[in-house]
């Protein structure tokens, strides 16, 4: 079961990463991006990374994607949304598929029972990795805060226009 | 049966080798500032699964670390990708031989 998994998600990886890099369109390339991230946090999870995977989710997926994309936008002009729909198909397949989604989340939420019996409860990984960061590598978490200050004033220089 | 991590370790090493490829391939600079993330995402899985293999979280505390310098990175470098295109209005590392502007 756990090499079905790794053997898929290693495939989705390796695959949106050849797509990213083999993709002549910068859009293309940061949904791919974002597919391997997290296909990345999946791996997380196999390897009991809970707050990695979370992390990695909110801070990758989240935040850093959502740069990139709007760094596209302003730079790359793309064509504009008028004219014929080239891909009417895929979008008159869009309410169909959430509708299949919403069910399956459903019928998920309803059938499903909480943690598998037989397991002890999760021993805290996060908990442990707080405690380290406060502990053992509380400077260079304190450095941390400084760089993202500096990275942040920075970023305002940089991006100001030029009087 | 559970994957041992060499496995991860070998997707780890592909991934990054795919992410040098686009760098060394691509001209423009935000496909290479992604093909990097692919590179910083690959240390990152062979981080964690060496913490799985010695039983020891310093590993991930140690992605922590990577992730919150990644954001910063990415602020900064996009930041000047645009300071640039704002002089040059092209978009391609082969016009950028000046470390000036």
Request: glycine share 8%; hydrophobic share 60%; net charge positive.
């Amino acid at each position: 079961m756990e090499w079905v998994a790794f053997v898929v998600i290693s495939l989705i990886a390796l695959g949106s990463a050849l797509g990213l890099i083999l993709n002549r369109n910068a859009i293309h390339g940061a949904l791919f991006l974002v597919t391997n991230l997290g296909s990345i946090a999946a791996l997380y999870l196999m390897l009991g990374a809970e707050f990695l995977a979370a992390a990695q989710v909110i801070v990758y997926a989240g935040a850093i994607m959502v740069l990139f994309v709007f760094a596209i936008m302003v730079l790359i002009p793309g064509k504009e949304e008028t004219g014929p729909d080239p891909r009417r198909v895929w979008r008159l397949l869009a309410l169909p598929a959430g509708t299949a989604l919403l069910l399956l989340l459903v019928v998920m939420a309803v059938t499903g029972r909480g943690p598998a019996p037989g397991r002890p409860p999760a021993t805290g990984n996060v908990e442990t990795i707080g405690r380290l960061l406060f502990t053992d590598y509380l400077f260079p978490f304190e450095l941390t805060s400084v760089l993202l200050l500096a990275a942040m004033v920075g970023v305002l220089l940089l991006a100001r226009r030029r009087a | 049966m559970s994957v041992p991590p060499t496995y991860y370790l070998a997707l780890a090493a592909a991934l990054f080798s795919i992410g040098v490829v686009g760098v060394i391939i691509r001209r423009n600079p935000l496909v290479i500032f992604m093909s990097i993330e692919l590179m910083l995402n690959a240390a990152n899985l062979s981080f964690v699964a060496f913490g799985h293999r010695l039983g020891s979280p310093d590993g991930q505390a140690l992605v922590f670390f990577v992730m919150a310098v990644a954001a910063a990175e990415v602020a900064v470098g996009l930041a000047i990708i645009v300071a640039i295109f704002r002089v040059r209005r092209r978009l391609s590392v082969d016009d950028l031989n000046l470390m000036r502007w």
